[in-house]
């Protein structure tokens, strides 16, 4: 998540059109390590990325055999999403994707599993709502995760302005608002992984991970 863009006036779709309009790409086109790991042993069916971005992660479920689709309030990350599923051979369903704003968008479709990486800006937007609809969408047996930078990078300066909180372990599970009935809890805790800073420096990134299970 790009913190460094000016937000006094941009929100909403505005911000991340200027986000994705910058440059040719944003991101690398790799899928997350974490997503790898927890989803690798899963049976294939139907998968949801909210907040897809330029679809890696989609591509890379498609990859594996899920019908996968994506969902992003940029119209020009959808658009680049599309171009390279087409370049790889995925048609729909393989890799669908939608270019909408989730605070608005629903479906009647339930998925086997429902991922948001990374799920966050520097404003406030409805965040919670979005996660609790999140798991509605999950049919029975079917997994929810939800990844996301749990403070800023060690290499990071310090900054003055008001940004929301970065989301914890326990606030997640407490905006999901979990009927213990019905979800397990398979994973909830921040882990941390090695990168290099833009200066090619040893650095530390810290993620809330959270993966659940809506039960059969």
């Known amino acids: 998540m790009d913190h460094h863009h000016d937000t006094e006036e941009l929100r909403g779709v505005e911000f991340w059109e200027k986000h994705y309009g910058g440059s ?77 704003d989730l605070s608005e968008w629903n479906t009647s479709q339930t998925f086997d599993l429902v991922t948001l990486s990374f799920f966050q800006a520097p404003f406030e937007f409805a965040r919670a709502e979005i996660l609790r609809r999140a798991a509605q969408l999950v049919a029975p047996g079917g ?25 914890q372990p326990d606030t997640e599970l407490e905006a999901l608002q979990l009927d213990s009935d019905q979800w397990s809890v398979l994973q909830a805790e921040v882990i941390e992984r090695e990168i290099t800073d833009p200066n090619g420096n040893p650095a530390t990134l810290e993620d809330t991970v959270v993966f659940i299970q809506r039960k059969p």
């Not at 997994?143 to 909180?165: E, K, M, N, Q």
């Open 24 to 100: 040719e790409r944003v991101w690398s086109g790799k899928v997350n390590q974490v997503i790898e790991r927890l989803v690798a042993p899963l049976a294939p069916g139907t998968s949801l990325d909210l907040g897809s971005g330029e679809g890696s992660d989609v591509m890379w479920m498609a990859s594996r055999g899920w019908q996968a689709t994506g969902v992003d309030i940029s119209p020009t990350a959808v658009e680049r999403a599309r171009q390279d599923a087409a370049k790889h051979g995925f048609t729909e369903p393989q890799a669908t994707f939608i270019a909408a």
């Open 143 to 167: 997994h929810l995760l939800a990844l996301s930078h749990a403070a800023r990078p060690s290499f990071a300066p310090a900054f003055d302005g008001d940004v929301p909180a970065f989301p």
